[in-house]
């Protein structure tokens, strides 16, 4: 008779194209007052989690996922932490899409048309989504999120293969370094994908080199999540192209929910777009984040920008994931 150690429930979704595989039960209890100090708990004690449901055979090398937990926050439905190949996140606005869609759509929220409100906490602070609901479909989700500010523009770095290359850091609820991909005479395409992980990889290295991050407010958010780079775009509908390569060098399908949020304040702040217009986003799949900049304000020395992001995601399945005893394999494998 098999003996089965560990049972998870899981709805997996996608978002453009990126995967979010949500956890709906099996967690162990996660203690903590806050997102941070459970993110930090998870990370010290029960890591083991994440390896099992991110990692090969399970998962794969851009595998992403999502804990739900119960709200730190009065004006909050739920807690969230992000989790990936490298270990967790601080926001992840395409995770709050594909979280709106699957909550509204099996009813785990009170409903209300035209437009289902959910609260979340996650690392970086409070998030508001509004999801479209018809009264039979989940639609589009937009969430308002965090402020988002340029940390320090032109920062120039020196890369092994690409040479000297040219970005501003931004936070749009995590810390990227934006570069356009001219410099290193790429395009964001998918048959390009093997050189972008590389120049991503090499950039996201060298400004951790050069260059000390810190929020402002929040001192657990002091880490660059990744590179996004941005080209001219396939969809004659869209206004730019991006990609993002976070973590270790994994590749986001979508456009990138706080990755869009960053570029409208870049934009912003750079009088390139200006306040209330629509930037159109398009991703290295051809997926699109819609995003407008709604008002501004001060964050500690930094002018900050509020966006709200819109976009959709999809279900792909329910599922029951178990750790046999004997599986050789409990906390699976990383391989590229």
């Known amino acids: 008779m098999l003996s089965y150690t560990r049972t998870i429930h899981t709805v997996d979704a996608h978002t453009g194209g990126e995967p979010l595989r949500i956890v709906m039960s099996g967690l162990p209890p996660v203690p903590g007052n806050t997102i941070l100090e459970r993110r930090s708990w998870l990370k010290t004690h029960r890591d083991d989690v994440r390896q099992f449901l991110m990692n090969e055979p399970r998962g ?46 099996l009813n785990q929220v009170e409903r209300s048309m035209p437009l289902t409100r959910i ?62 991909a001219d410099q290193a005479q790429v395009k964001v395409k998918p048959e390009q994908v093997r050189t972008l992980i590389q120049l991503g990889a090499e950039t996201k290295q060298a400004v951790q080199e050069k260059i000390r991050i810190q929020h402002p407010l929040e001192p657990g958010l002091d880490t660059l999540y990744g590179t996004i780079i941005d080209g001219a775009p396939n ?25 869009t949020s960053g570029r409208a304040a870049q934009l912003f702040f750079r009088q390139k777009l200006k306040l ?27 002018d900050a920008a509020i966006t709200e992001v819109t976009g959709n995601a999809h279900i792909m399945g329910f599922n029951q994931w178990v750790l046999e005893d004997s599986d050789p394999f409990p906390q699976g494998f990383f391989l590229r």
């Open 235 to 259: 969809d004659p509908t869209a206004d730019q192209a991006n990609v993002c390569i976070f973590a270790d060098r994994e590749v986001d399908r979508s456009p990138t929910g706080t990755g």
């Open 119 to 180: 609260g979340f906490d996650t690392p970086a602070g409070f998030i508001e989504a509004q999801v479209e609901w018809d009264g039979t479909r989940a639609g589009n989700v937009t969430f308002r999120n965090v402020p988002a500010f340029i940390y320090q523009r032109d920062v120039e770095v020196e890369t092994p293969s690409f040479g000297k290359i040219v970005g501003d850091i931004v936070f749009g609820g995590a810390f990227y370094y934006y570069i356009n």
């Open 276 to 302: 209330g217009q629509m930037l159109v986003n398009e991703s290295i799949v051809g997926s699109c984040f819609r995003v407008r900049v709604t008002d501004t304000v001060k964050l500690g020395p930094f």
């Open 60 to 105: 794969h090398a851009d595998m992403y996922g999502a804990y739900l937990l119960p709200p730190t926050t009065p004006a909050a439905d739920f807690g969230v932490i992000f989790i990936h190949n490298e270990g967790y996140s601080d926001m992840c606005g395409h995770g709050i899409i594909a979280l709106g869609k699957v909550l509204v759509e």
